[in-house]
């Protein structure tokens, strides 16, 4: 485990990195903390949630994971905790990883006095605006995706669509939950969080461009749907203009055929061969057929091309 603490006048905190059960139980003794609050620390899965005991307030928010991979899309492969332990005269934090937000602190604590509360909001801010790279990385691969869709570039845009919308939810969810843990905190009357607005803001930023990504990108997929299916039924309507336009030229040809293949046929008893004018009167009797075939077609409609 790596331990850091401060001591003000007023208050202490310690900071734990990647603590083990043992190091868990000195916490326990040193501070009013149960060990079973502490114990849970080493639970993963854990989302944003706030809980009150005797002496102390236990929150627990969610920090970006820079080290997440890729292809994360649920919150706990996008995120790791930070655990808030928030006594009258302490402050204990707890994480797995290290936090770019506990970091920084530590390099200027030693040169700022600043109250309990204060402490508490500039690192419940910190880890809220670890998301603000992720989500313009998001902001940015969805502007990708609109420029795609509009040029009908269709390889592997459901696919990536749905990634950034995977995590857009996540962080909807995330954020969701955060709120609750300040709203929750700020109804408590024992803690010293009560002014808790410097957190809100922040808040309520990412909470809306994650909501604006997630709308964005599922407009993009509808539309992206849409425009393929647009595609697919014009492909479709052009072959069944060729195939309307064989039909209609086989009618032509079914009836003139039937007539020559019968007066092919060339039986002795067929009485039309020994007509002088046999011939010229089968050509006529052709044209009619033709003639008439086209009158009703035309009556019809059939010959009129239709309108996407």
Known sequence: ??????????????????????????????????????????????????TFYEKVCLFILRHHDAHAKPTAGTMQELTTKIIFFVGQDFLVTIHRAPLECISNKKDKVAFEQIPLYTLVKSLCVQTIKSFDAPLDVLDSKTDVIEERVFALKRRTIL???????????????IFKFTADVF????????????????????????????????????????LHLSLMSQKTNEASFRTNEVMRVLTVLSMFFLPLNFIAGVYGMNFENMPELKEP??????????????IGITWWIYKKGWLKKEEL
């Open 277 to 290: 004018n046999g011939y010229y009167a089968t050509l006529a009797f052709m044209v009619m057929v033709v």
């Open 183 to 222: 709203n929750k905190i700020h109804q408590h009357e024992n803690i010293p969080l009560k002014d808790i607005q410097q957190v809100r803001e922040p808040l309520e930023k990412v909470a809306f461009y994650a909501d604006d990504i997630y709308e964005e990108i599922t407009g993009l997929l509808n």
């Open 159 to 173: 696919r990536e669509g749905y990634q950034i919308k995977r995590k857009a939810a996540s962080y909807r969810k």
């Open 1 to 50: 485990m790596k331990r850091f603490e401060h001591q003000w006048q007023d208050y202490k905190w310690v900071d734990c990195e990647a603590p083990s059960q043992e190091d868990l139980r000195q916490l326990a003794e040193e501070f009013p903390i149960p060990l079973q609050a502490l114990s849970t620390c080493l639970d993963p899965e854990h989302l944003p949630m706030c």
